[in-house]
């Protein structure tokens, strides 16, 4: 079995070995977020900064001590946000909070039926967040030609959608993440849609070099037992695409050779 030092994420200067990226709402409380996290096996933890307090209501419970730092890269992210400028500042309170952290992930939405992406503004922010001197990991459409056009302009990581978040629907257009992955040259990673194991063993066959979810633990009926079967799904899926897939055929081919056959 190949072992997941041997086969490392990068993104940015960065390095991790598990491929599943998790989110922290929507649990019951803090002691099951803590828990279905440590099980994922996750190193990279996002954060809706505008939903989540990482410090910036000092009463509040601060979710940072039970998901510390010191243990997990936290990925800021800017979920809720509905114009560039939103997101900007977002990402700098952030960096305030973080001690001048500089990985975010970047959302913006167009409106609150689908929470697809509004592109444009996406664009704007992720411009001024890449000059700003951030490492940009960018939410977007599963449309090739954006894709690129975020790689090139300089962000470390692009997410397209499975589909619409929370919708847990699965992978709707294998084809436009297949045409993605095959141009980029920077990591891929499905960001929203997944709904169960299968969902995510999909995407990494595809390969796509990670995953990020959040409902489809945190919703589930034991968040703590789907992340243990995300983790296992994530892992077996990057197996299954490193080592290649038998070609899909029109018709049967026998498992034993026929040479050597006795027949009547």
């Known amino acids: 079995?190949?072992?997941?030092?041997?086969?490392?994420?990068?993104?940015?200067?960065?390095?991790?070995h598990s491929r599943l990226l998790v989110g922290t709402g929507?649990?019951?409380?803090?002691?099951?977020?803590?828990?279905?996290?440590?099980?994922?096996?996750?190193?990279?933890?996002?954060?809706?900064?505008?939903?989540?307090?990482?410090?910036?209501?000092?009463?509040?419970?601060?979710?940072?001590?039970?998901?510390?730092?010191?243990?997990?890269?936290?990925?800021?992210?800017?979920a809720g946000c509905h114009t560039a400028e939103e997101a900007v500042r977002t990402c700098r309170l952030a960096r305030e909070l973080l001690d001048g952290h500089n990985l975010v992930k970047l959302e913006v939405l167009a409106e609150h039926k689908t929470l697809y992406p509004d592109v444009t503004e996406t664009l704007a922010a992720a411009k001024t967040l890449i000059d700003d001197g951030f490492d940009v990991m960018v939410y977007t459409s599963d449309d090739p030609i954006l894709a690129k056009r975020f790689e090139d302009m300089g962000c470390v990581a692009v997410m397209p959608l499975a589909a619409p978040i929370g919708s847990g629907l699965g992978i709707r257009n294998p084809y436009n993440l297949r045409l993605i992955i095959e141009q980029a040259r920077v990591p891929i990673l499905v960001d929203a849609g997944v709904?169960?194991?299968?969902?995510?063993?999909?995407?990494?066959?595809?390969?796509?070099?990670?995953?990020?979810?959040?409902?489809?633990?945190?919703?589930?009926?034991?968040p703590v037992l789907m992340a243990s079967a995300m983790r296992k799904a994530i892992e077996a899926g990057r197996e299954a695409y490193r080592a290649g897939r038998i070609p899909r055929k029109a018709y049967a081919a026998a498992s034993s050779p026929l040479d050597g056959l006795i027949f009547d």
Do not use: H
């Open 195 to 222: 709904g169960t194991a299968s969902d995510a063993a999909v995407a990494m066959e595809l390969g796509c070099d990670g995953v990020l979810m959040n409902t489809a633990i945190a919703g589930a009926n034991d």
């Open 26 to 78: 929507k649990y019951k409380d803090l002691d099951e977020t803590a828990r279905a996290i440590e099980t994922s096996g996750a190193e990279i933890v996002t954060v809706a900064v505008r939903r989540v307090n990482i410090g910036q209501n000092p009463d509040e419970p601060n979710l940072l001590d039970v998901v510390p730092p010191d243990r997990y890269t936290i990925l800021p992210n800017t």
């Open 1 to 16: 079995m190949t072992a997941l030092n041997d086969d490392p994420l990068y993104i940015g200067t960065r390095t991790f």
